[in-house]
């Protein structure tokens, strides 16, 4: 799957909504900006994990729900969420 802005979004509204069991329509959108990543795991690789040091092009999107804010990163090829209980996660990719 090939993510756009929309398309990224949505799938983070999709699994924080899940991860925290509540609705989507309980998750807001807190911002949206286009940021170049240090790597290709978008500044957010998982424990042990290696990725290339290229510059990788993409969005970082700020959720709001229960009172807290959660920060997925993501670009045309991947979605993952940064620093959720003390780790980064790969959503898709």
Same mark, same amino acid.
């Given at each position: 799957?090939?993510?756009d802005?929309?398309?990224?979004?949505?799938?983070?509204?999709?699994?924080?909504?899940?991860?925290? &069991?509540?609705?989507?329509?309980?998750?807001?959108?807190?911002?949206?900006?286009e &940021?170049? !990543?240090?790597?290709?795991?978008?500044?957010?690789? =998982?424990?042990? =994990?290696?990725?290339? *040091?290229?510059?990788?092009?993409?969005? =970082?999107? &700020?959720?709001?729900?229960n009172?807290k804010?959660? =920060?997925?990163?993501?670009?045309?090829y *991947?979605?993952?969420?940064?620093? !959720?209980?003390?780790?980064?996660?790969l959503?898709?990719?």
């Amino acid at each position: 799957m090939r993510f756009d802005r929309d398309s990224a979004t949505a799938a983070a509204k999709h699994d924080l909504a899940g991860r925290l &069991k509540i609705g989507e329509s309980d998750v807001s959108v807190s911002s949206i900006s286009e &940021k170049d !990543f240090p790597d290709m795991s978008l500044g957010a690789p =998982e424990n042990g =994990e290696m990725s290339a *040091q290229m510059i990788s092009t993409g969005w =970082e999107i &700020k959720l709001g729900a229960n009172g807290k804010t959660y =920060e997925y990163r993501a670009d045309k090829y *991947q979605l993952r969420l940064k620093g !959720f209980e003390g780790g980064n996660h790969l959503i898709k990719g």
